[in-house]
C-alpha cells in the first residue's frame, strides 16, 4: 500500500501564487509517476500535470506555462508551483500515485482562486 498526503491549498487572489505538495509514503518502490488532478463542482476530475520516474512532464494545456511540477526523490515528494492563478483554477486538488497497475488517491485540497 502506499499512502499520499497532499497540503498546501487555500485561497489566493487572481494573480497569486501557490505551492502543492503531495508525500508518498509506505511501499514505494514501483512508482511510476506521481502527479496532479483536480475536480471543480459538476465537473470530471482532469490531468493537471504529472511526472515520472524518470523525469518526464506532461502538462495541461490550460496550465502550460504557469504551473510547474517537481520532485524531491529524496523525500518521494512532488510540488505543483502554480504562478498566476486564475479563478478557472478553482477546484479540488489531488494528488495520484500510480505503481505498477494501481493508482493511489490522497484526500484532496481545496485551491479557491478569486477574482
Known amino acids: 500500500q502506499v499512502q499520499v498526503r497532499e497540503s498546501g491549498g487555500g485561497l489566493v487572489q487572481a494573480g497569486g501564487s501557490l505551492r502543492l505538495s503531495c508525500a508518498a509514503s509506505?511501499?514505494?518502490?514501483?512508482?511510476?509517476?506521481m502527479g496532479w488532478y483536480r475536480q471543480a463542482p459538476g465537473k470530471q476530475r482532469d490531468l493537471v500535470a504529472s511526472?515520472?520516474?524518470?523525469?518526464?512532464?506532461i502538462y495541461a494545456d490550460s496550465v502550460k506555462g504557469r504551473f510547474t511540477i517537481s520532485r524531491d526523490t529524496a523525500k518521494n515528494t512532488v510540488y505543483l508551483q502554480m504562478n498566476s492563478l486564475e479563478p478557472e483554477d478553482t477546484a479540488v486538488y489531488y494528488c495520484?500515485?500510480?505503481?505498477?497497475?494501481?493508482?493511489?488517491w490522497g484526500q484532496g485540497t481545496q485551491v479557491t482562486v478569486s477574482s
Open positions: 509506505g511501499s514505494i518502490v514501483g512508482i511510476n509517476s
Open positions: 495520484n500515485v500510480r505503481k505498477w497497475a494501481q493508482a493511489y
Open positions: 511526472i515520472t520516474s524518470g523525469g518526464n512532464t
